[in-house]
């Protein structure tokens, strides 16, 4: 873990309230896909916990989208190219690519999406074949389906209304065919695909964090292990160990 000032390199609007940002700084701690940053706002008291959606070694940037739902990621959807800002990076533990099959499921809803394209990018790297579950509620609100598409792996969308893909949800959008699975979302839908999918997998949780590095105990979960931090132990676990 490392806090730094990272500048910005742009911010900008993909649909009407989620943001797509890059920042330039030390990427070193950076290990896994699904880790995150802890952003300090001036204004703020608590950071404001956003995943990383891809990194780049080479010009040491990072690209992370965050919604704006409040005052936190509304201060930040008014940061400009050029200004600075405070970062926690490479914190919680990410997904563990080495534990993915060969035709691994990645699914992501809402905003649980971007860190799912940082997965993707890294189990083709690791020479697997990624098939991509992308779901929304309707067609004004998609984003990210072109990067998953320009990386050539099959990207299958589900819209609640059916203005787009698949009617309903990610579960009504999965393949027969798959060998493990990775998840990141909404609560409810990490449990329903935990109920549809058949094999085993790896979730990413969502959660509110105070500290971001384990220190507070805030965001703390029980698991047939025991209770394990978000922040620290995940926010990456094993669907087996999760207790609903």
Known sequence: MIQDLYSI??????????????????????????????????????RRPISICDWDEETAEITFLYKVVGKGTATLSQMRAGQA??????????????KCGPRTLVIGGGVGIPPMYGLAKELLKAGKTPVVVLGFNKLAELFCVHKFRTLGVETIVSTVDG???????????????????????PL??????????????????????????GACM???CKTKYGNKRICKDGPVLEKEEIIW
């Open 163 to 185: 203005s787009y893909g698949v009617k309903g949800f990610v579960t009504d959008a999965l393949p027969e065919s798959y060998d493990y699975f990775c998840a990141c979302g």
């Open 9 to 46: 390199h742009y911010n900008r609007p993909l649909t009407e309230d989620v943001w797509e940002m890059r920042i330039c700084g030390d990427i070193h701690e950076i290990t896994a896909p699904g880790q995150f940053l802890n952003i300090r706002l001036n204004g703020h008291f608590l």
């Open 85 to 98: 800002l405070n970062v926690l990076c490479g914190l919680g533990n990410g997904f563990d690519v080495s």
């Open 188 to 213: 409810p839908m990490l449990q329903a695909v935990c109920n549809a999918t058949t094999t085993s997998g790896l979730l990413s949780f969502e959660e509110r964090m105070g500290c971001g590095f």
């Open 218 to 220: 805030g965001c703390s």
